[in-house]
T-cell receptor, first 110, second 114 residues
Framework: DAKTTQPPSMDCAEGRAANLPCNHS???????VYWYRQIHSQGPQYIIH???NNETNEMASLIITEDRKSSTLILAHATLRDTAVYYC???????????FGAGTRLTVKP | EAGVTQSPTHLIKTRGQQVTLRCSPI?????VYWYQQALGLGLQFLLW???????NRGNFPPRFSGRQFPNYSSELNVNALELEDSALYLC?????????????FGEGSRLTVL
């Protein structure tokens, strides 16, 4: 069973920021938050991960709340190619329990 | 750098048959993961192999099995195929060490059971 809760779908206008929320209220102290996306019919793509600090890379930013019970993935300037299902996963490096939930279907509109 | 490769890309089997799917991880990666994605559904975790050993297993019956070879490639075997086994089977690999949750996926093997 997935340990995260995400909205089933979201829309975003092209060029605007897309903010995808994830609740993980039962996260343990040694569990990381990972984000992946899956574009139709392709294998999932790793985006970013973090433990407690905010993280940024060339693809996105990850904001984790201080109590670590929720996080937000931010795509700063969404493009049509960002339309995908986005998955939030929590897992420790001990068991690598990388179980995907239902994710959020993000649709970027022109 | 070559990505994760899977074979075959597509195959059709009939109920009761057996199938073997293959996965070659990225060079230098020692962990391999297997997932099942039925049409329109999410990814279901099947198996995790690391350094040749099965480390974790999802909620699948024993007729789903696999192994990892000394070169870190992996096979997924499914015996006594059922219609509901029709799905995209995805393999992923990860590096040894600290970033073990950073998975790199192949494009999958699409299995159709008739």
């Amino acid at each position: 069973d997935a340990k995260t809760t995400q909205p089933p779908s979201m829309d975003c206008a092209e060029g605007r920021a897309a903010n995808l929320p994830c609740n993980h209220s039962t996260i343990s102290g040694n569990e990381y938050v990972y984000w992946y996306r899956q574009i139709h019919s392709q294998g999932p793509q790793y985006i970013i991960h973090g433990l407690k600090n905010n993280e940024t890379n060339e693809m996105a930013s990850l904001i984790i709340t201080e109590d670590r019970k929720s996080s937000t993935l931010i795509l700063a300037h969404a493009t049509l190619r960002d339309t995908a299902v986005y998955y939030c996963i929590v897992s420790s490096r001990d068991n690598n329990d990388m179980r995907f939930g239902a994710g959020t279907r993000l649709t970027v509109k022109p | 750098e070559a990505g994760v490769t899977q074979s075959p890309t597509h195959l059709i089997k009939t109920r009761g048959q057996q199938v073997t799917l293959r996965c070659s991880p990225i060079s230098g990666h020692t962990s391999v993961y297997w997932y099942q994605q039925a049409l329109g559904l999410g990814l279901q975790f099947l198996l995790w192999y690391d350094e040749g050993e099965e480390r974790n297993r999802g909620n699948f019956p024993p007729r789903f099995s696999g192994r990892q070879f000394p070169n870190y490639s992996s096979e997924l075997n499914v015996n006594a195929l059922e219609l509901e086994d029709s799905a995209l089977y995805l393999c992923a690999s990860s590096r040894p060490g600290t970033n073990t949750g950073e998975l790199y996926f192949g494009e999958g093997s699409r299995l159709t059971v008739l």
